[in-house]
Nanobody, 123 residues
Framework: QVQLVESGGGLVQAGGSLKLSCAAS????????MGWFRQAPGKEREFVAA????????YYTDSVKGRFTISRDNAKNTVYLQMNYLNLEDTAVYFC????????????????WGQGTQVTVSS
């Protein structure tokens, strides 16, 4: 069973930056597409960013384009989410997820999920 552990969340002021990490306990990590999702209070879980396993193509939701960057280090079995210019709307619990599929923008496609890490942006 693939286990995912997020880290790097915390409290940051608006306009600041934060980098999330997701470590995977999977020897074949390189064959998994990885995604980041978030869930704010009273809201459904939404797609944030993803990176495919085969060609490292990245995908972002419109609200984070130009501000967030997803990357992966297959040697370390880790995926990252660099978040810059954070605003209040970015406050949420962030989850990383893994799938062997190439479709990476829908939560239902992902088979494995981390426990989540809280990101709180203050004014």
């Amino acid at each position: 069973q693939v286990q995912l552990v997020e880290s790097g969340g915390g409290l940051v002021q608006a306009g600041g930056s934060l980098k999330l990490s997701c470590a995977a306990s999977e020897r074949t990590f390189s064959s998994y597409s990885m995604g980041w999702f978030r869930q704010a209070p009273g809201k459904e879980r939404e797609f944030v960013a993803a990176i495919r396993w085969n060609d490292a193509r990245t995908y972002y939701t419109d609200s984070v384009k130009g501000r967030f960057t997803i990357s992966r280090d297959n040697a370390k079995n880790t995926v990252y989410l660099q978040m810059n210019y954070l605003n209040l709307e970015d406050t949420a619990v962030y989850f990383c997820a893994a799938t062997k599929r190439s479709l990476v923008t829908a939560a239902g496609v992902f088979d494995y999920w981390g426990q989540g890490t809280q990101v709180t942006v203050s004014s």
